[in-house]
């Protein structure tokens, strides 16, 4: 994949919608149609799939840094009053396009969530320093922990005993973090495939009843458990917001257990809307529960937002190639398939797609789907948009995060350029 930074397109503010119907639910201040046309910030979607030809990733980096201050913004608010510090680390299994993380590291808002020792090198090379990269990684094999060991910066969460165990015999007397597993789970709207943890076993982090042999590695060799990492789960908005006030609840008899913590890494998780009536995250509803939860400890707080930073900053430019009945269905086919954003067939998570230029005529619905042979490369169905034509621009909203980073060359259709967007 070849990847392009384009420099901002002046354009002129219109009322949004297109002709003369309501305004999306998903249509914001700087993803608009402006005289009939969308815009990502400053850009014009169609111009700019016609220029670099589709499909395209376009990621608006200015969205990410406002989320990123408004996120500082309600931590510091919240937590400052109640005893507690905080930090953000990006979690780039979520976007790690080379041009966006040079980008982002340069900003200096957030340091870089990895999980691999391959994360932790492309994060140095776009310009993370070492000591602002935490690694939570899972099934480490030998190889794993002896490249781990290299790093005496890098913070480091284990999340099994197997691997405490064999980084204690690498290096003796360093801090560590422990990976846990709280027991409870949270995912947008109640996805059990978006839980991390919960009633049924999982494969990610140490759970309660084992910490006892954690702590009797650790002092074996001599380690310090200075950190304590969680997560719980993907996508989750208000209405799960009982559900995030357990695992917080549950966390605290790990913390109890820990006299040298310093610091409680949150994880992830934080969602975005991906339908009509979800709302977007309170994040001072958000963070008032994380200080009622560690208030008064004197921790710092850390949190991994990925999709939360990146997902509505980005969109997936794709063609129309065909509008088609089939029986009872219109069909309606792009030049983008499930296996450039996987999220939607895997979970359920939409990326809904949008005319560019929508058409002067009354809606239609049509059933979307994408150029990979599989039944499951469906974008929608049942979808309602001005019918297009073939060639038309059709932008995949909601693509910024898990998109180009899961992508794959299935049927060799992975090809795609990635567009960096400055304003």
Known sequence: MSETTVAPTAVQDAAPGAAGAAAPWWQRSDLAY????????????????????????????????????????????ALEPAGLDHRIYYAIKANRTPQFLSWLAAQRLCGADICSPGELLHALSCGFREEDISFTGTSLGRGDIAFLARFDRLAVNFD????????GALCPGREVGLRINPDRGIGYGGSEMLQYSGIEATKFGIY??????????????????????????CG?????????????????AFIDMLPDLKLVNIGGGLGVPHRKGDKPLDLGRWAAAIASAYGGRG??????PGDFLVKDAGVLLASATYRERRKDTA?????????????????????EPVPAVPRDWPAARFTVVGNV?????????????PPPEPGDVIVLVNA?????????????????ESVLLLD
């Open 299 to 304: 921790l710092t707080i850390a949190v991994e």
């Open 208 to 233: 309660l009843d084992r910490m006892p042999e954690a702590l009797e590695i650790a002092a074996r060799h001599g380690m310090k458990i200075t950190r304590l990492h969680f997560h719980a789960g």
């Open 34 to 77: 402006r005289h009939g046309r969308l815009h990502l910030g400053t850009t014009d979607l169609d111009a700019l799939a016609r220029k670099v030809g589709t499909p395209a990733y376009a990621i608006r980096a200015p969205r990410v840094g406002e989320k990123l201050r408004g996120l500082h913004r309600a931590m510091a608010g």
């Open 331 to 351: 069909f309606l086919g792009l030049d983008a398939g499930f296996n450039l954003a996987m999220e939607p067939a895997f979970y359920d998570l939409p990326c």
């Open 160 to 167: 099994s005993l197997s691997a405490l165990e064999r980084f």
């Open 400 to 416: 910024g995060g898990y998109a180009a980073s899961m992508r794959s060359d299935h049927c060799l259709r992975g090809a795609a």
């Open 236 to 252: 989750y908005l208000d209405r799960e917001a009982e559900q995030f006030a357990a695992v917080l609840d549950a966390s605290r």
């Open 373 to 385: 042979n599989e039944a499951l490369d469906k974008w929608a169905v049942d979808h309602p948009m």
